[in-house]
């Protein structure tokens, strides 16, 4: 079985075809690119070849390199990952330079990539290194190098070969943002060269009628200058000084691929291609030899697709879901019937009062409005999601749903009413969800005749923005029910985490004390600038103060208003209750109400931390070094997810790690929090909680299961991850 195959006609055009047996998607393995190597000799050298088309059997060219031979490439060392390169770039540069005279740049052959949809990663690559680029006309295909978002960059001449061509300027939101195009659209920021019907057809028609001039790239021909200017010219000096600043002031530093990219891209600037492409081998090499890089390629792709693919799905039948009933028209209730409608789904929209329920609609009408001005969306494909979503106060319109989904105000005896109001309608197998960030699954259930078949469907907010979807089961929950909600979950594109049933359970477990920790330093005089700054230069999205913000200070209130009654005595936030219980007197309830521990203008900015704030909690003499801040913040989190293991309410450490990432922007360079342990090491984590927890408190305590780790020398990935479970 081989990955390319070629087929020479009788007009002398070789058409190799890229075909990955078994596979919906092509990727690159070593064999395969040596396949292709050997394939492209036979051509050069058969007189009878006038020209090469490179394309590929799938509705797709190529999805990128296959990870495992990254995998296979670390195991040899940094010296395995360097040869494994060079190979590749000498293999592609064979393939540029096509068998022409070295001296005279003629006699070569034509060869030409015609893509027929999505190219990304080394599939690009490759592309990049033929002579021209022949896209399909296919509005639903991405093509790019999307190589920065799990943590390395496009190391087979992608790097180099897209500076040369747009210029650092030009190149840089491609590398450094990953950023992905439609073929017109790729067309125009200069990533393929042709948008046409028949890429194949048109492809072949070039290669036979292109001249020898045709073949020759700019950084191959006499003179060629870089676009926008190389590091030392005086417009190409301004380029890299901003782009400098640009990816720390993006990165705080955390990121090892963005840095090592410029770094690739600056000094291969100053020297001849060919030792450009080296360069670029060796920042790779330090690259994916970081331990950022594994952790955010397994979490962030190799977790991700696992969960969205059931990983952790029990054995029933398929549970598609064709109708969903939605209790609840607000916020919540609105963006889960919008991301419902545009899977296909056929929704019914129930809500008190008719008015609010039209309303609740109409957040999809305007979400479809705004794809419409950005040209991302139809005015048949607005008709048809719309055509989809029912709003109603009539609960009768729920007959024949096979799912609910529970969206009312985070009240027991709200949700108890509604769940015996939709189980009097609905069918005797349909499964009820409820979509609630804090109150007890099992509790909840007590209100339904079927606990067999209640569960847990938490949906971060914005829900047509985040990715995760946090399922929890409840003591009575059954395995049909779990399996409804994972492909429900998959049906709208979301990535979810499967959890049990505990206060908060998983991902406010962890970020509720991130924000208390920041809110208590600052209630002990610590900085406020300092705690925000700290969190972002480790990688944080918002800082704890911007977060609570977001989320508005009153929840936290609620929260911990419940939160207390339940512990009582236990209740160890008193220190965080007193700040933001004062805030909430002083109508500061975060950007909703334009005031909260941030200044905002008439519009909504952010102005600036708030001048209030340090007149009542005034700043201490003696501030905490940046590192001390950094730890409580980051272990506050981390170790609450131990415990979360600990107790079983996270089952997998691959759930723990996506879930934190996607859930609440746990420091994605690190790959999680469980990989940030990893990374740190078990009894360096121990030591350092040794030293939180005498300064700060036993919050900070080592969980009982780290200190067993420590002891053993072991790590989570290496105990609980995917390759242990299967030993």
Not at 130 to 142: C, E, L, S, V
Not at 571 to 596: C, H, T
């Amino acid at each position: 079985m081989t990955d390319f195959t070629m087929q020479k006609d009788a007009d002398g055009v070789a058409i190799i075809t890229w075909d990955m047996p078994g596979k919906s998607m092509n990727v690159l393995t070593m064999e395969g690119a040596e396949e292709l190597r050997g394939l492209l000799r036979d051509a050069f050298t058969d007189d009878a070849v006038k020209g090469i088309v490179i394309t590929s059997g799938k509705k797709d060219f190529a999805a990128g390199m296959d990870l495992n031979v990254i995998a296979a490439m670390k195991d040899d060392g940094a010296q395995g990952v360097f040869d494994g390169l060079m190979r590749i770039h000498t293999n592609l540069r064979a393939l540029e330079l096509a068998g022409m005279d070295p001296k005279t740049k003629t006699g070569g052959k034509p060869v030409a990539a015609a893509l027929p949809g999505t190219t990304l990663g080394v599939g690009l690559e490759i592309a990049l290194a033929t002579h021209r680029i022949f896209a399909a006309d296919n509005p639903k295909a991405r093509i790019g190098l999307p190589e920065i978002m799990v943590g390395i960059f496009p190391g087979a001449g992608g790097t180099t070969r897209l500076v040369r061509k747009l210029g650092a300027m030009g190149a840089a939101p491609l590398l450094l943002e990953g950023k992905l195009s439609d073929p017109k659209k790729a067309k125009a920021n200069g990533l393929v060269d042709e948008v046409v019907a028949d890429p194949v057809a048109a492809a072949r028609e070039w290669v036979l009628n292109a001249k020898d001039a045709d073949l020759v790239k700019l950084w191959d021909q006499k003179g060629y200058k870089m676009p926008g200017g190389e590091p030392f010219h005086p417009a190409g000096f301004m380029t890299f000084v901003g782009a400098s600043a640009m990816v720390h002031g993006k990165t705080m530093g955390v990121y090892p691929a963005a840095k090592a990219l410029l770094s690739a891209v600056y000094e291969g600037a100053m020297v001849p291609f060919d030792q450009a492409l080296k360069i670029e081998a060796r920042w790779f090499t330090h690259v994916l030899m970081n331990p950022s890089s594994g952790a955010m390629i397994r979490s962030l792709f190799i977790n991700k697709e696992a969960l969205e693919k059931g990983a952790n799905r029990p054995e029933a039948p398929d549970q598609t879901v064709r109708k969903v009933g939605i209790l609840g028209a607000g916020m919540m209730g609105a963006g889960i019937a919008h991301v419902s409608a545009m899977a296909g789904i056929e929704v019914v929209l129930i809500d008190a009062k008719q008015e609010s329920a039209e309303k609740g609609k109409a957040y999809s009408e305007g979400l479809l409005d705004k794809a419409i001005s950005r040209k991302k969306a139809t005015e048949e494909k607005k008709a048809e999601v719309l055509g989809r979503i029912l709003p109603t106060t009539d609960y009768a319109a729920l007959e024949g749903c096979d799912l609910i989904v529970e969206a009312v105000f985070e009240d027991p005896a709200v949700k108890a009413e509604v769940t015996k109001k939709a189980e009097a309608v609905i069918p005797e197998d349909a499964i009820f969800a409820t979509n609630t960030s804090t109150l007890p699954i099992s509790d909840l259930a007590g209100a339904s005749a079927r606990p067999e078949q209640f569960i847990g469907i938490h949906f971060f907010s914005p829900v047509d923005k985040m990715m995760l979807v946090e399922i929890i089961k409840g003591r009575q929950t059954g395995p049909r029910a779990v399996a409804k909600a994972l492909d429900f979950v998959r049906q709208i594109r979301k990535t979810p985490i499967v959890v049990n049933d505990a206060r908060f359970f998983y991902a406010n477990r962890c970020i509720i004390p991130y924000i208390n920790e920041g809110v208590r330093m600052v209630a002990e005089g610590v900085n406020p600038v300092l705690v925000e700054n700290a969190a972002k230069m480790m990688g944080m999205p918002l800082g704890p103060l911007q977060l609570v913000d977001e989320t508005s200070i009153d929840l936290g209130v609620k929260i911990a208003t419940a939160t207390r009654a339940a512990m009582g005595d236990a209740y160890p936030d008193g220190a965080v209750d007193e700040v933001i219980f004062w805030m909430a007197d002083q109508g500061r309830l975060g950007r909703k109400s334009n005031a909260g521990f941030y200044a905002y203008d008439d519009q909504g900015k952010r102005q600036g931390l708030w001048e209030g704030l340090a007149a009542r909690y005034p700043e201490a003499g003696d501030q905490p070094e940046l590192t001390e801040v950094q730890h409580r913040l980051m272990f506050v989190q981390s170790l609450e997810a131990v415990r979360a293991l600990e107790d079983g309410v996270l089952e997998d450490i691959r759930e723990g790690d996506v879930g934190a990432i996607l859930g609440w922007g746990f420091a994605p360079w690190s790959g999680g929090p469980f990989s940030w342990l990893d990374i740190m090491g078990a009894a360096r984590a121990v030591q350092i909680c040794d030293g939180l927890a005498e300064r700060h408190g036993e919050r900070f305590a080592a969980p009982a299961l780290l200190r067993e780790m420590a002891e053993k020398g072991e790590s989570f990935h290496g105990r609980f991850g995917a390759e242990a479970r299967a030993a």
